[in-house]
């Protein structure tokens, strides 16, 4: 991490200036959402990487890159710093949330607790310093199945099918469950899939005796692009899509039109 003074700002991007006087770029990109910055100001961030046109070197740095979540929990986490706890993956969608993996060498050190710190004391100038970037911390583990569960808490999951090879998961929980494994915007379920590696389907358990229909079952008649869209927002089965309330239907961004095609032909399948 370095420590640069903003010295001229513009549309696209901030120069800044380190202590020996070398000029730092920030794009816009690379500023996390919620940053304003006057001249004068202190900004922290790591260096992106350095561009050498026509032999003139151009170093640009960031804010929104993982590895600068990294950086700051190993100045922050002494067991980090000292290498006892690792940090094993991180996800980020910038000033909104992160989830970050971390694991102990050590048996009696709680990484998770460690990086926390006690009643959030050492998580919390990480979050000040990300604009109140929400931070989920958990325990990395080699078990694929118990990762994925891990990271998509605070749901909790009834059961997983893994296709291993195509590192693709099936996660089944009970429909309470389903709005909180895909978080505001589908973002909790986009961050567990960026920090597990695995792209992740979110399906409601279906009660015994209750009729169901996976909407994989209706890809003659609704286009499979618009399927998938339903998908990632936990919606895989007929009930599960004419049950949802609007405000999670939108989320799909579907015309009106291929929405209410959606929704007749499933409603046709239940009709007597």
Not at 181 to 202: H, P
Not at 256 to 266: A, G, K, P
């Amino acid at each position: 991490v370095i420590t640069g003074e903003v010295h001229q700002i513009w549309k696209r991007e901030m120069l800044l200036l380190d202590e020996e006087q070398h000029e730092l770029i920030m794009p816009k990109e690379e500023q996390i959402p919620g940053d304003f910055f006057h001249k004068g100001d202190m900004v922290r961030a790591i260096v992106k990487r350095v561009d050498n046109p026509n032999n003139n070197p151009k170093i640009i740095v960031s804010r929104t890159d993982p590895r600068f979540l990294r950086r700051l929990f190993e100045q922050e986490v002494p067991e980090i710093h000292d290498g006892l706890i690792t940090i094993k993956d991180v996800a980020r969608i910038p000033g909104e949330r992160a989830k970050i993996a971390v694991e102990s060498y050590d048996d009696r050190i709680d990484p998770v607790g460690a990086c926390v710190g006690i009643k959030g004391s050492r998580i919390h100038g990480i979050v000040r310093e990300l604009r109140n970037e929400n931070i989920d911390v958990i325990s990395f583990t080699a078990n694929p199945q118990l990762y994925i569960q891990r990271a998509l808490s605070p749901a909790k999951i009834s059961s997983i099918r893994l296709n291993e090879e195509d590192r693709k998961a099936e996660v089944f929980l009970h429909p309470d469950e389903v709005s909180l494994a895909i978080g505001k915007g589908g973002m909790n379920i986009r961050l567990a899939s960026m920090l597990t590696g695995y792209s992740i389907d979110v399906y409601r358990d279906i009660e015994p005796g209750e009729e169901d229909i996976y909407l994989d079952e209706f890809s003659d008649e609704i286009d499979e692009w618009v399927i998938e869209a339903l998908k990632d927002l936990g919606l895989g089965t007929a009930k599960a899509v004419l049950n949802a309330p609007q405000h999670v239907l939108d989320q799909a961004d579907l015309e009106d039109s291929t929405l209410q095609h959606v929704l007749d032909v499933l409603r046709a399948e239940f009709e007597d």
